[in-house]
């Protein structure tokens, strides 16, 4: 059986990572290929250095060439960076009561795609929160029922131009190709439950320069907002505001336990290279309170009363920044005044937050492949049966 490889790129703020999955073998791990390399990130809705994004791509490729050969197309996962979200409400009527059928739905999602044009965005994706059938019936499943009418609301994903075309070009210099997906609904559609996007929830993935709240429905994303802030910028604040080194204030924040009333003789150790170096877990989170009360300001900023979001609308975090540190959830919980809990990947494959997009964007990958092949199937279907 010849092996189909597929490939995911996630572009997080601090490393390029390239995972190749066998979609067609049997094997618990199907992954060929699974490599990361870090680079300076982005911020702002900008690379720091696009020469480094070259070489670190380039670098995940020809290693990948090297050890499993190259894949046939690989989805990039285009952050919230580069990312925006727009929502509309269509409508459609029928000239009788009929059953509604994939080729409404899509006829419908196509008329509501009018940024083929447009000179700063390019469609990702688009995703339902509701439909809606004649009588006002809402439901997330229109196929198949008897409805003089159809309408949906819709949430259409953009990826900034430059960045689309900054990656197809380097893909024509690699001789690879590309599609493109929004990182952030690939984790609100692979990462959590249905049920809970059904009744809405806010999805707060906070990596490590750069992070991202979006607020889910039904299948799709009605406002996402980026920030660019994360661990690095609290390792940042640690060794402005402690005066040591980076590397320590890094290590730092791997260690932090924000639950605890320290005394002045408490401290945190770390080991660097073969020493160890300990520092006043007093001093230490006092500094790290400060940064995270920099990155709650601009959370409660987003959901200001005026971005229509309930204020019952709870919060789940993910992604590699904070969802590990002991006391982070508990902090944001408290300057939100929302609820907030954990969400990482159902996978043994993934199993912590910081797999959220990357598992995510796994999961999409599947999918697309799946659609695709049943797409053909039904079409060889229908030309095999009109001879």
């Known amino acids: 059986m010849k092996s189909k490889r597929l490939a995911v790129l996630d572009v997080g703020s601090d490393a390029l990572t390239l995972i190749v999955q066998d979609l067609k073998t049997k094997h618990p791990n199907p992954f060929l290929f699974r490599k990361s390399r870090i680079y300076p990130g982005y911020g702002d809705g900008m690379f720091f250095d696009e020469e480094s994004v070259y070489d670190a791509l380039s670098g995940l490729l020809r290693e990948c060439r090297i050890r499993v050969g190259m894949p ?22 029928f000239f009788s009561r009929k059953e509604i059928t994939d080729a409404d739905i899509d006829d419908l999602l196509i008329k509501g795609n009018t940024y083929g044009s447009h000179p700063d965005y390019v469609t990702l994706d688009s995703a339902p929160i509701y439909y809606l059938l004649e009588g006002g019936e809402q439901t997330m499943i229109p196929h198949k029922r008897m409805s003089g009418s159809l309408s949906v609301c819709v949430s ?24 493109f997906t929004s990182s952030v609904l690939a984790e609100v559609q692979h990462i959590i439950p249905p049920e809970i996007r059904d009744e809405g929830t806010l ?36 060794w402005k505001y402690a005066d040591i080194p980076f590397e320590h204030a ?5 260690k932090l336990n924000l639950n605890l009333y320290p005394d002045d003789n408490n401290t945190y150790s770390i080991a660097i290279g073969n020493k160890s170096f300990v520092y006043k877990i007093k001093m230490i989170n006092e500094i790290a309170f ?3 009360s920099l990155i709650t300001g601009t959370i409660k900023g987003i959901l200001s009363p005026s971005s229509n979001i309930p204020s019952s609308t709870p919060i789940l975090l993910t992604g590699s920044g904070l969802s590990e540190t002991i006391g982070a959830k508990e902090f944001i919980s408290n300057e939100t005044v929302r609820r907030v809990s954990i969400i990482r990947p159902g996978s043994v494959l993934f199993d912590k937050p910081a797999h ?20 053909f199937k039904r079409l060889f279907t229908q030309l095999r049966r009109s001879k």
């Open 72 to 93: 046939n197309s690989v989805l990039v996962g285009v952050p919230a960076e580069f990312s925006t979200v727009v929502c509309k409400t269509l409508s459609t009527s």
């Open 156 to 179: 259409y994903i953009l990826g900034a131009r430059r960045f689309v075309d900054f990656f197809t070009a380097m893909a024509s210099v690699l001789n690879v190709e590309f599609e």
């Open 203 to 238: 999805l707060l993935d906070i990596g490590y320069i750069s992070s991202a709240l979006a607020y889910a429905k039904g299948d799709g994303i009605v406002h996402m907002s980026s920030f660019s802030f994360g661990r690095g910028h609290i390792a940042g604040y640690i």
């Open 250 to 254: 890094i290590a730092l924040t791997h």
């Open 290 to 292: 400060y940064a995270l």
């Open 356 to 375: 959220s997009s990357m598992a995510a964007l796994v999961a999409e990958q599947h999918k697309k492949f799946t659609t695709k092949k049943s797409f």
